[in-house]
Every structure is written in structure tokens, then in C-alpha cells.
């Protein structure tokens, strides 16, 4: 089948289907406990990630189970550190551990030489998943945007409030403090391990900039539009036909300026994008993603079937594909996420 009929990838291209397709963000991974179970086998995430026939396995259970339009490459953000030489650990119960970057001289040891070797075994797992998923499925390659990876290298670690990444950035903006270089070393990154990714078998490609919502407006611009603008017009030069989904998650009215100024294809949407109002600014200018709340997903029940509901009246008569907010939750039972594709999937017939 090619690319162009699967239907995830014709709503990325503004078509309006009837039943809309749909994929969760974090479909694959501890909900589960066929995740749970593989995941036991190895002691270092890392490891687990830079296994392919462990990672072809986490990317294909959610498929198994559920009838997802797109599967989507299991890795990890972090990978993108990783290569370029950070020290970078995931401690059980506490997140991400990396040795942070805080200088003009810690940027300028981060090294670039030897990412695509670092990164063969996630281009090996690409290409085995593009010929082993089902032929209507689109497999969705991603990376971090540069601003959250340097949340997390600036950082050593997952924050609230970003204090080290944030005073940095404001420096950055208005000197030579090496917080720019960092942030161009990343899109230069990030753009070639897309690329990549594109040529291993990937159909499309989401950029998860998680915390662009904590920046100001002048900071957004600099540190998420920008960097966001740059990948997408080197991707699309390589790549001219697969699509690009962002995701500056919490960027409130900035969602707007993000797909004019960016030139994505798609948006992803957190939950606290008004309905009415991303139907309305957003879909006539891109195929809109989301956004039903992952707690509503966790409760399940009248909750979930009337928040669910909502989103499909507002979005569905537009380029729209159905999704979360933010990824699936830990402790979601698996019998919500049977029942949310029941509801999605079910409509057409009882309208
Ligand atoms: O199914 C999928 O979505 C594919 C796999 C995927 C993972 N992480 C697997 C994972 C994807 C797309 C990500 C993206 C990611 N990783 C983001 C951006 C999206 C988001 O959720 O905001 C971020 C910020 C990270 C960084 C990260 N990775 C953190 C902060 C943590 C620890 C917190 C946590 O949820 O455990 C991880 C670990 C991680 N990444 C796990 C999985 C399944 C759990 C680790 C484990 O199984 O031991």
C-alpha cells in the first residue's frame, strides 16, 4: 500500500475522514503489562531502547491490542544527549539523570561526530517495524525539539519550573553565553537523526517540545519557533512529502503564531486548548491532534465517553486526529483505552 492511502497520513494531508484516525501519545509502555514483562528483562532503559528486538516488541504490543492508525517508533527523547556524549541515566522512581551542561565549554565538548553510529540501533528498529507493521498502519518516527532536550541537559534532571535551563536561555538571548550554540548544536541534531529516521522507513514525524509552555513570549519565539521553523525547512528539503506533527505543549495563544510561523503539517494538542477555539484559529490552518485529558482516559467511564464526545463534535468535521493531551498514564487500566476506540470507532454507526 502506499504511503498516501493510509488514512493517518491523508488527514495529515487536510483530508476529512469520516471516522477520524487515531494513535495515543505513550501507547506503548507501562500501562501494559506485556510492556512491563519485556521491560524486566533489562536493567538500563538505554539498553532497552538500543535493543531493536526489544523495542520492534514494545512498538507492536499496543498494536496487537488495540487498532491504532500509527505505530510509533519506541525510544526515548533522550537518546539525542545520549549520542552527542552527555552522561545520561534513568534511575527507577526518579526520571532522567544527566550530568548537566551549564557552560560555553560544556556545550563545546558535546560532540555531533558520532550520532548516526550511536544512533544505528534505533534506525535498525525503524526499518524492521516499517516492513513487519500492518500495511493501513503509519509508523510515526520522532525526536525531541531542541528547547526540551536542553530543559533536561541544562537541568541534570526533570523540574517544574526549569531554573537553570530558563535564566540561561534569557542570557543566551542577548549575549554570547553559549545557551544559542547549544540550541544550534540541537536543531543540527535533531534534523539529521529525522532525516534519518525518514530514510529507515518512518512516514511521518512528531516533534515533542513537552515544556515550550513555560516560556515567555519573546523566549517562545527564540527557543521554540525558531529552532521548530529551522528543522522543519531542513527535514522538508530532504523530505518534501512526510509530514511533520509539533507539539509545543501548554504554548496557549502561541499555538496560533507556532503553525503559521513553523510550517508543520500538524498540531498536537494539550489539553487545555479550548475546543471552539482550536476549531475555529487552528484547523483552517493545519490538521489539528489531540486532546482528550489523560486523567479522563484514567477514569474512564461518563467521564471519558462525554469528554470524548466533546472533542469528536468540535474537531472531527475538520482535519483532525484523535489523541491525548499528554501521554498515557502509568496506572490507565488497559480495558479504557478498548473502550475509547470503541467510542471513536463506533460513531458513524449510531449517528
Ligand atoms: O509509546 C510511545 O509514546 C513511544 C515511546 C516514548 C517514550 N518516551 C518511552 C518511555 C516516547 C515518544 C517518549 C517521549 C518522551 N520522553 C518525552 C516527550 C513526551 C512527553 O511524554 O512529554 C519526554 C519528556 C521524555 C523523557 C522521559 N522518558 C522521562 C521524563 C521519563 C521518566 C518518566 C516516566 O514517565 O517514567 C522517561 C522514561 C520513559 N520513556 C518510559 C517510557 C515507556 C518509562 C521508563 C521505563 O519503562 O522504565
Given at each position: 500500500m502506499k504511503t498516501i492511502d493510509k488514512s493517518f497520513i491523508r488527514a495529515l494531508k487536510g483530508e476529512i475522514l469520516d471516522t477520524p484516525p487515531f494513535w495515543l501519545m505513550?501507547?506503548?509502555?507501562?500501562?501494559?503489562p506485556e510492556y512491563r514483562e519485556i521491560r524486566?528483562?533489562?536493567?538500563d532503559f538505554l539498553d532497552f531502547c538500543y535493543t531493536p528486538d526489544l523495542a520492534v516488541e514494545a512498538t507492536l504490543q499496543p498494536l496487537r491490542r488495540y487498532n491504532f492508525d500509527a505505530a510509533i517508533l519506541f525510544s526515548d527523547i533522550l537518546v539525542i544527549p545520549d549520542a552527542l556524549g552527555q552522561k545520561v541515566a534513568f534511575k527507577e522512581g526518579e526520571g532522567p539523570v544527566l550530568e548537566p551542561v551549564r557552560s560555553a565549554g560544556d556545550v563545546a565538548r558535546l560532540?555531533?561526530?558520532?550520532l548516526h553510529d550511536h544512533l544505528a540501533p534505533v534506525y535498525e528498529t525503524i526499518s524492521r517495524l516499517a516492513s513487519s507493521i500492518p500495511e493501513t498502519t503509519t509508523l510515526i518516527g520522532f525526536s525531541g525539539a531542541p528547547w526540551t532536550l536542553a530543559t533536561y541537559m541544562v537541568e541534570g534532571h526533570g523540574s517544574k519550573d526549569f531554573p537553570a535551563a530558563r535564566t540561561w536561555a534569557f542570557s543566551g538571548a542577548f549575549s554570547d553565553t553559549g545557551f544559542a550554540d547549544l540550541i544550534s548544536l540541537l536543531v543540527d541534531a535533531v534534523s539529521e537523526y529525522l532525516c534519518a529516521q525518514v530514510d529507515n522507513g518512518a512516514e511521518a514525524l512528531q516533534l515533542f517540545d513537552?515544556?515550550?509552555?513555560?516560556?515567555?513570549p519573546s523566549q517562545f519565539e527564540r527557543w521554540v519557533i525558531e529552532p521548530t521553523a529551522e528543522i522543519v525547512r531542513r527535514v522538508k528539503t530532504a523530505h518534501p512529502d512526510v509530514p511533520i506533527i509539533g507539539f509545543p505543549r501548554g504554548?496557549?495563544?502561541?499555538y496560533a503564531d507556532f503553525v503559521r510561523r513553523t510550517g508543520v503539517d500538524g498540531v498536537s494538542l494539550d489539553n487545555g486548548v479550548p475546543l471552539d477555539w482550536a476549531s475555529s484559529v487552528l484547523q483552517p490552518l493545519c490538521t489539528v491532534q489531540g486532546n482528550l485529558d489523560n486523567m479522563a482516559l484514567l477514569a474512564g467511564g461518563q467521564a471519558m465517553e462525554t469528554e470524548t464526545t466533546q472533542i469528536l463534535d468540535a474537531l472531527a468535521g475538520g482535519p483532525f486526529i484523535f489523541n491525548l493531551g499528554h501521554g498515557i498514564l502509568p496506572q490507565t487500566p488497559p480495558e479504557h483505552v478498548a473502550r475509547l476506540g470503541e467510542i471513536i470507532r463506533g460513531r458513524n454507526e449510531t449517528r
Open positions: 505513550r501507547q506503548a509502555g507501562r500501562y501494559l524486566s528483562k533489562s536493567r560532540n555531533g561526530e558520532r513537552t515544556w515550550a509552555g513555560v516560556l515567555s504554548a496557549g495563544v502561541l
